[in-house]
């Protein structure tokens, strides 16, 4: 996790507080956009895979989902500095 007074970023997510926008990978959206977040749990046999889904005005790429390593605990975790990142950014509150 890196947080400076112009950005938060973590994994392949950034979102920069004075341009407000999100940027999730290669795709860029401006916060306004992010419509949805949330962390989820999937089971595949023995093993469970953790993620968090971020969902946004996009009907090319409406929902986009961060893998995590670490269990549950990160994946929400994650989920919750996203969300104050977007407030700070002056996007939708969550909570």
Do not use: W
Request: glycine share 8%.
């Amino acid at each position: 996790m890196e947080e400076t007074p112009e950005y938060f970023k973590q994994g392949k997510v950034t979102v920069e507080y004075k341009t407000q926008k999100i940027k999730i990978g290669k795709q860029a959206y401006d916060v306004s956009q992010v419509t949805g977040i949330s962390s989820n749990t999937k089971f595949n046999g023995r093993r469970e895979r953790n993620h968090v889904q971020i969902e946004v005005d996009d009907l090319r790429h409406p929902v986009h989902f961060i893998p995590i390593i670490g269990g549950k605990a990160r994946a929400d975790q994650l989920n919750q500095r996203i969300c104050v990142a977007l407030r700070k950014a002056g996007g939708p509150n969550f909570y």
